[in-house]
């Protein structure tokens, strides 16, 4: 999950979809640190990310500020991996003591598995997955989303002149920038949601989702209250405490660190290191935080 692939297989360039705006990125020749960054503000009402329901309202403004992003750092560059809201896609943590080798066939598994717990017909969802072998079994990470949704940002993607050969939900591509091998909470917090995520020995333990609409747009203490559930289940689970908390998205470690305190001793820390990081560009280089989606997709 951390480690710092110098392979090419992946486009030289990403870019996350937000409600308010979108970030995109190019990766140094290295690639172990974002080159350039940049974003643009999207209008009110353009994107509501949703499980059930449309999220792109309207493609032309997003295909737009897609092509002004994009166009700023991409060069000849077209191929792109989009970075979705957490909030448009299903994230599910699945135990099976086998499944099947042939796609086909494990996707009709995972279709079965998930059919009662998904707010969405499942025949209608793309699903993907990955799987990890153990002693005790398969640990399987399945993203499910309506086909639809995809979709939707696809053509947003394609109308800007890119082609997003790869979509990530924003929390798993910010894993890319997490070091696994301790217990690490990682807490993304975004308009309306709030994803938390716990790594350990490179596999993904924990993910959560907290439903922040109504709140203040960033309200450290209840925040906190509502994440301090999931320290003490990791801890009953798995016989560990979290030894770091890595915070971004809208938030910065220095925004909650005095509220998490109050329930852990653990270190919080930005997600994203300045060491990732070089120049922003044009109208709005955007905050280390909300960086976390596009380069985690870049550095994975």
């Known amino acids: 999950m951390a480690s710092r692939s110098k392979s090419n297989a992946r486009p030289p360039l990403a870019c996350e979809i ?3 705006r979108v970030v995109a990125a190019r990766v140094g020749e290295t690639r172990d640190y974002l080159e350039v960054h940049t974003s643009r503000q999207l209008p009110a009402g353009a994107v509501q990310p949703s499980l059930t329901n449309a999220n792109v309202l309207d493609a032309n403004v997003l295909s737009g500020r897609l ?3 994009l166009g700023a750092l991409s060069g000849r560059s077209r191929d792109v991996v989009g970075v979705v809201p957490d909030a448009a896609v299903r994230v599910v943590l699945l135990d099976f003591e086998q499944l099947p080798e ?16 998904l707010p969405f017909d499942v025949e209608k969802a ?4 990955h799987v990890h072998r153990t002693a005790d079994g398969l640990k399987v990470i399945a993203t499910v989303a309506l086909a639809s949704v995809i979709q939707e940002y696809e053509y947003a993607f394609v109308l800007a002149g890119y082609s ?12 890319g920038v997490v070091e ?5 909470m990682v807490i993304k917090v975004g308009e309306g949601i ?20 109504g709140r203040a747009a960033l309200d450290p203490s209840p925040l906190a209250d509502e994440i301090y559930p999931s320290l003490v289940f990791f801890e009953d689970q798995f016989g560990a405490s979290v030894q770091r908390i890595l915070v971004g998205g ?23 290191a300045e060491r990732f990081l070089a120049g922003g560009l044009g109208s709005g280089p955007a905050a280390n935080g909300t960086l976390a989606g596009v380069a985690g997709a870049l550095l994975s």
């Open 18 to 20: 937000f409600p308010d």
């Open 67 to 69: 092509g002004e992003a």
């Open 102 to 117: 042939a796609h086909a066939e494990a996707l009709g598994v995972l279709r079965f598995r998930m059919k009662k717990s």
């Open 126 to 129: 793309v699903i993907s997955y």
């Open 164 to 175: 997003p050969g790869v979509v990530l939900p924003s929390t798993l591509a910010a894993l």
């Open 180 to 184: 696994g091998d301790l217990p690490t």
């Open 194 to 213: 709030t994803t938390v995520a716990i790594v350990d020995q490179q596999q993904l333990r924990l993910l959560r989702t907290l439903d922040s609409a």
């Open 250 to 272: 809208s938030a910065s470690a220095r925004d909650l660190s005095g509220a998490l305190g109050a329930h852990t001793s653990a270190p919080v820390e930005d997600l994203v």
